[in-house]
C-alpha cells in the first residue's frame, strides 16, 4: 500500500530483456536508506518487489502481465522514475490509497503553464472514466493528484490536475510531454463502491 507521495525521483541504471519478463536495476538513494529483499517500492506507480540491492541500486523484476498494462514496457537507461516506498502503520496519509496496481496507460494531451501552477489534460482510457470524477482521487505515475475537471479531447476521454511547483520539481511530471505516456490507478474506493451496489441491484454473488 502507498500514499501517493513520491519519495525521489530514481533512474533507471539497467534493463536486462529476458523474453517474457524485463529486470530493472534502479538507481536511488532515500528509498534504499531501510531497503529489504522482499519490500515493495511503487516505480512510476507498479508496485514492484525488491529482488537484490547493491551500492546504491536495486534491482526488481517485471512480470509479463505488468509490462502490458503499464509504461514500464518502453523504461531505458538513463530514464528518471518516481519512487515511494510502502507505507508503514505510523506513516501520514498525505495522498490517498494507493496500491500500486495500474488501471490502465494515459497520455499527455496537453500542458498549459501559469504564474504559480501548471494545468495538464490527460487522455485516459474509456472504461476507467466513470471512476474519475471532479475533485476526487488518481494517481498519475505514482503522484496522488486532485481531478480538476473532466472531459474530451478528439473524442477520447480526458481529465485535467493542477501541478504546483513541488510536483514539478520533485517528479517526473515535471518533464512529461504531450503525447509521453503514464500510469493510471484510479481510486479504489471507488472500484468497490460501484461492485458493492451492482450486487445489491442484481442480488448476485460479488
Request: hydrophobic share 35%.
Amino acid at each position: 500500500m502507498f500514499t501517493g507521495i513520491v519519495e525521489e525521483l530514481g533512474t533507471v541504471e539497467h534493463v536486462e530483456d529476458q523474453g517474457d519478463a524485463v529486470r530493472l536495476t534502479i538507481r536511488a538513494e532515500t528509498v534504499l536508506d531501510d531497503v529489504r529483499h522482499g519490500d515493495s517500492i511503487a516505480v512510476n506507480g507498479c508496485c514492484l518487489t525488491v529482488a537484490d540491492t547493491a551500492d546504491d541500486t536495486w534491482t526488481a523484476d517485471v512480470m509479463q502481465e505488468t509490462l502490458d498494462q503499464t509504461s514500464l514496457r518502453g523504461a531505458q537507461p538513463g530514464d528518471r522514475v518516481n519512487l515511494e516506498r510502502a507505507v508503514t502503520p505510523t506513516t501520514r496519509l498525505g495522498g490517498h490509497i494507493v496500491q500500486g496496481h495500474v488501471d490502465g496507460v494515459g497520455e499527455i494531451v496537453s500542458r498549459t503553464p501559469s504564474e504559480h501552477w501548471e494545468v495538464v489534460e490527460i487522455a485516459m482510457p474509456a472504461p476507467l472514466a466513470r471512476y474519475v470524477v471532479g475533485k476526487g482521487s488518481i494517481t498519475v505515475d505514482g503522484v496522488s493528484l486532485t481531478v480538476v475537471a473532466t472531459g474530451t479531447s478528439e473524442g477520447r476521454e480526458t481529465f485535467t490536475v493542477s501541478l504546483i511547483p513541488e510536483t514539478l520539481a520533485r517528479t517526473t511530471l515535471g518533464h512529461r510531454r504531450p503525447g509521453d505516456r503514464v500510469n493510471l490507478e484510479t481510486d479504489v474506493i471507488a472500484r468497490h463502491v460501484e461492485k458493492l451496489v451492482g450486487v445489491h441491484a442484481t442480488g448476485a454473488r460479488p
